[in-house]
């Protein structure tokens, strides 16, 4: 595309920029904690599609952009690219993690039982406008439980291979140094799986959302149980050159893990995980990890379509470029209409005119 070079202008644009940020007001670190404390979803939100789990960073993004979700997702990976990398974690594993909310849909009764943890799924959703008045919000304590519960609980799909309804998938092991890494390849199709699940991760949560319930809705091939969702704390283990594991911190994770029933006896598993707390994410990706095999190369449930189109950064900048000067372009398209026009019979015309 052809675009006139902007001239003249750099006091004005300059000034635009001033504008918006004056909009905004001075950004303190005091406005920073607010935010990462007071929009924790929110943050890990940011975290997941920008591939970094920063929370304070994730939070200054949010404030340096007025709660621009794309803006601030640019911004947070850009600022990623400008790091070293110092190492790679140790995997993580289901059965290692911290659980605080474990769920599934497909069976009551399941090894270490179900934790409901932190969810608004069976609350009343109102309005508490009583704050606009002056009156603080103050949610009711949290009761302690009889017992403490147990830390970690076991990965559901284990317990379901051992009883032989799930395959056994097939494994690849892969040296630390030659993991795919999609934020440093490009992704081609058909796709690794490792930058599939990379893709999914990162994705823009309400693209992920808008493909998922086309699956949900019948476009798929598979209507989607939630074999077993978790919300979790993980353990972040690096290896010290002196040949020591230990532990860096901990980082908040989502997973979900979703079945279908298929020919031959067996459940087909999809899969989706990201930074941060965002259940209905990996619940919509999960789906479309289960129905992208077999799918119509034109539908949006093929791995190349979701992909491509829930890629938050990519997508936005493309749309938001169309705000750029097209005056060339667009001058050239008027002059073959007139050009056409002008080549019609003069009753073509008229006719056109009337």
């Given amino acids: 595309m052809a675009y006139v070079a902007t001239r003249g202008g750099e006091r004005a644009i300059e000034q635009a920029e001033r504008l918006y940020r004056e909009t905004l007001g001075t950004i303190d670190a005091e406005r920073v904690a607010t935010i990462e404390h007071a929009l924790p979803?929110?943050?890990?939100?940011?975290?997941?599609?920008?591939?970094?789990?920063?929370?304070?960073?994730?939070?200054?993004?949010?404030?340096?952009t007025g709660g621009d979700l794309?803006?601030?997702?640019?911004?947070?990976?850009?600022?990623?690219?400008?790091?070293?990398r110092l190492g790679i974690a140790e995997p993580i594993t289901p059965e290692t993690t911290l659980v605080h909310r474990r769920i599934s849909a497909a069976f009551k009764d399941i090894p270490g039982g179900q934790v409901l943890g932190p969810t608004l799924d069976y609350a009343h959703r109102f309005l508490a406008?009583?704050?606009?008045?002056?009156?603080?919000?103050?949610?009711?304590?949290v009761e302690p439980a009889a017992r403490p519960a147990p830390a970690t609980r076991p990965a559901l799909s284990d317990w379901q291979k051992r009883q032989g309804l799930v395959a056994e998938p097939a494994r690849q092991d892969v040296a630390k140094d030659d993991i795919p890494d999609l934020t440093r390849e490009p992704l081609l199709f058909p796709a690794k799986r490792a930058h599939t699940l990379q893709s999914l991760a990162r994705a823009e949560t309400g693209g992920v959302l808008a493909l998922g319930y086309s699956a949900m809705r019948g476009y798929g091939q598979a209507h989607p149980t939630v074999n077993e969702l978790r919300l979790n704390e993980a353990e972040v283990r690096v290896t010290h050159p002196s040949g020591t594991v230990f532990s860096a911190g901990r980082v908040r994770t989502s997973q979900a893990e979703v079945v279908n029933a298929k020919k031959g006896g067996e459940l087909k598993l999809g899969f989706c995980g990201t930074f941060g707390w965002n259940e209905v994410k990996v619940i919509a990706g999960a789906t479309l990890d289960l129905n992208a095999p077999g799918a119509p190369a034109k539908s949006p449930l093929n791995e190349e379509f979701f992909l491509y189109h829930t890629e938050a950064v990519e997508a936005s900048g493309f749309c938001i470029h169309f705000k750029l000067p097209h005056y060339v372009t667009f001058q050239s398209a008027l002059d073959n209409l007139r050009g056409a026009k002008a080549a019609q019979p003069e009753e073509a015309r008229q006719e056109e005119d009337a």
Avoid: H, I, N
């Fill in 41 to 64: 979803w929110l943050v890990d939100r940011v975290m997941g599609e920008s591939s970094l789990y920063a929370p304070d960073l994730a939070a200054l993004a949010l404030a340096q």
């Fill in 70 to 84: 794309y803006e601030a997702v640019l911004l947070l990976r850009s600022w990623r690219t400008t790091q070293p």
């Fill in 129 to 141: 406008t009583d704050v606009l008045r002056g009156q603080p919000f103050e949610p009711a304590a």
